[in-house]
């Protein structure tokens, strides 16, 4: 699991100890996602699934992509697909991924990199390897986190960001016992590079074997750990998890998460993206790619997307392989 990588995490900026004083956040569930597929039909797993949604809240879903090994001609993505209302968060580990939609965004992402698409009035967008990997094959292990946008941003024009993996901020621990990469939000005063409409932080962490991890936590945010990879523990009353398992927090000021002693040979430690976000408290109305505040609106989103008003496959993009399925 490349991402961002460094080779002398004790250099990094170190998050300081929270203070006697802080309250650890308990752990209210750990939840394990179950297996399923996406697109074309690549393998992803349901980060979230059991979770209500308002203890998600502003989060929608997310799921973890791979990670697969894929043989020269399977790698697989997405074919041309709608979205309205929210935010989608794409992170790539390992591979690559190309996007494309109809308003003119596009890009490819690669070890570490994330494409951040504002949907808001409506798009349309595909994902996909790129001719090469598909050709070649490789390793692709990534997510897709859906994020709410508030009713006041439903309607916002679409937007595009291209987080480069060089621009994520990383820390480490006290004891430099972590290698913390800050995507989006804040985490002891360094900021990531996303760029958010609901207040959140998105975090990816790689911890040593037997190090723990103790954060300081917006006390408004909610606070959510989901395991990519590895074995270890959540809260101060170390609760067991493992790979393809969330853990919902209660309230507190700190998120505490230590990885066991033990890790598969091929882990550099525990993998685990940790994040959280201040509750937009909106009603929610959800069906497939569109998620807005009423049954109405969403009725008139599968309106709009059959009449062509959420925008039109560009003439200039050109389908390489064969790409079927919604995502």
């Known amino acids: 699991m490349p991402a961002v990588t460094v080779s002398d995490v004790t250099a990094l900026p170190r998050v300081p100890e929270p203070g006697a004083a802080a309250t650890d956040r308990p752990v209210r569930s750990v939840t394990t996602a179950p297996s399923g597929f996406e697109g074309e039909g690549f393998p992803v797993r349901r980060a979230f699934a059991g979770i209500d949604l308002r203890d998600l809240d502003p989060f929608l879903m997310m799921d973890q992509m791979g990670e697969v090994e894929y043989a020269p001609g399977e790698p697989k993505g997405t074919s041309w697909h709608p979205h309205r209302g929210f935010e989608t968060v794409t992170y790539i580990m390992d591979g690559t991924f190309e996007h494309a939609d109809s308003h003119g965004g596009g890009g ?6 994330t494409q951040w698409m504002t ?19 490789g390793l692709f292990h990534g997510l897709q986190l859906w994020v709410n946008l508030p009713k006041a941003d439903k309607w916002l024009e679409p937007k595009y960001q291209d987080l480069r993996a060089g621009e994520s901020a990383l820390l480490t621990t006290h004891d430099g016992g972590a290698l913390i990469r800050v995507i989006a939000g804040e985490l002891a005063g360094h900021r990531g590079p996303g760029s958010t409409y609901t207040p959140m932080a998105m975090l990816h962490a790689t911890i040593a074997p037997g190090a723990t991890v103790r954060l300081p936590w917006r006390r408004d945010f909610n606070a959510l750990v989901y395991v990519l990879s590895g074995a270890g523990s959540v809260g101060a009353e170390k609760r067991p998890v493992q790979t393809g398992q969330a853990a919902l927090y209660g309230p507190g000021d700190t998120v505490t998460v ?15 993206i940790i994040l959280g976000g201040q509750p937009i408290r909106e009603p929610i109305a959800w069906a497939g790619p569109f998620v807005m505040n009423t049954k109405a609106e969403v009725l008139q989103a599968f309106e709009d997307y059959q009449k062509g008003k959420l925008g039109v496959v560009p003439a200039t993009y050109v389908p390489h392989g064969s790409l079927g399925g919604n995502a």
């Open 108 to 113: 490819v992402i690669t070890n570490g990199d």
């Open 258 to 272: 230590s990885g066991n002693e033990r890790q598969e040979s091929r882990l550099a430690g525990l993998d685990v």
């Open 119 to 137: 949907a808001g009035g409506g798009l349309l967008h595909i994902e996909r390897p790129p001719e090469a990997l598909v050709m070649s094959g």
